[in-house]
């Protein structure tokens, strides 16, 4: 299988060099050049580990076989809280697919346990022997749990950047005392759409990275634009279709829909990617928070990022600009008219794309208001005694209003995102608990004591550990910023 990019087909990699290099140099992502067939009769019986070796198999073709298996072993070990890795939950008439029993609370941990080994075994493949910088912008999840993925890799050094006023205290306090030497942490003065950007345009200067080169770095990303992030999240999509079948929910071949809370796209394109492997599904249901721009793509077919980013509960969905759509665009581009680039220089120039001809019939979109996410944690909370964290409540608050509005009755699995732990305040508040003037940790005992669940070890942990990071910079000042952390100084490249 090879990788090339949506922006030109003549950019061709292997899986092991898409992993490395991240992004492509054009500023295209890389996609695989085919979605392999699946047999779901051969996969219906396999554990979470099993399933995703052979998921990944089919992926990175360019990795032994034994490589794979070593990868797999070290990344879903006790790490997780639970031996079924990704458990599937009855909450009324739906399913919860809960992906965050990793050490970050957070689906992120399902690819970023693994993309660490990954990685060190592209290195090898490669025969690559200079040190590895990995890049990353993080609306608050996917930083944390590439710093656990990344810390204390020989070879490789890790920089996240995470807007500080864009992240939950949580997530900032995680962060800030991550432990590792490799590790590196900077508060950016802007939202995530402007980290992100920052780290795309460090990716595409070319003199910087002449400059790291020569003092023998090389940059990558852990993001969620990079191929070895994607196709671990396709695993559990299957998992959960044949964790249904096991528990005699539905019969194998049944369609199923997924709803998908959703940011940067990442997730739910693996889901995309499942559906076309053969996994069936129905509907796609893409839910957003008050950052509609996705509800409206999916609506109108215009994609429309002039507005301002609003701070919701759910910040890791907190996005204007989805990365990972310009895949969908680039596998949706059925006429091969080489659209894609076109309609990402349109964003870039104008700040919005409409695209002509693409079907977008497989999805179906809607958001959830700040109020109605509070409304479900409460709801569900009653109705079902199961608690929901921010994220997972737009997903459940959307999957009802499709629901609602069509009629379907298809069986619907819910995509559980983040522990309710991880964004206690909001959480809280919406069952009936008064914050007063409790701080975090206060609040999350009482969320425990009410719930009568255990507050997951490594946020108790969290109360204890030192900052280590205080780093803070200007969107402008990325470059000068990584410059001093490599020790690579000098006037600006
Ligand atoms: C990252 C994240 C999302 C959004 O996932 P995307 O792949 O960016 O669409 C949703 N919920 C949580 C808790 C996240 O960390």
Known sequence: MKYISTRNNNISLTSSQAIIQGISKDGGLFVPDQLPQISLEDLKDLDYKKLTFEILSVFLTDFEDNDLKECIENAYDNKFDTEAIAPLVKVGEDY?????????????????????????????????????????????????????????????????FFPEEGVSKIQKLQMKTQEGANTFV??????????QNGVKKIFNDEIFIKRLDKNNYILSSANSINIGRLVPQVVYYFHSYFELVRNNQINLGDSINFTVPTGNFGNILAAYYAKKMGLPINKLICASNENKVLTEFFDTGIYDRRRELKLTSSPSMDILISSNLERLLYHLDESHEDLTPIYMEDLSKNGFYKVIKENLSEFYAAFATEDEVSETIKRVYEKYDYLLDTHTAVAYNVCKKYQKETNDKTKTVIVSTASPYKFA??????????????????????????????????IKDLKTKEIVHENNCNKEDMREIIKDFLGVGGSSA
């Open 96 to 160: 919860c697919l809960e992906l965050y029993h990793g050490s970050t609370l957070a689906f992120k941990d399902m690819a970023l346990s693994l993309l660490p080994h990954l990685f060190k075994k592209a290195l090898k493949i490669n025969n690559i022997d200079e040190e590895v910088v990995i890049l990353t912008a993080t609306s608050g999840d996917t930083g944390k749990a590439a710093l656990e993925g990344f810390a204390n890799i020989d070879g490789i050094k890790i920089i996240v």
């Open 186 to 195: 900077v508060g950016i003065n802007g939202n995530f759409d402007d980290a």
């Open 425 to 458: 305040s909001t959480v809280a508040s919406s069952i009936g608990i008064d914050l007063k003037n409790m701080d975090e940790f206060e609040v999350i005992d009482e969320i425990s004591k009410k719930v009568n669940s255990d507050i997951p070890k490594s």
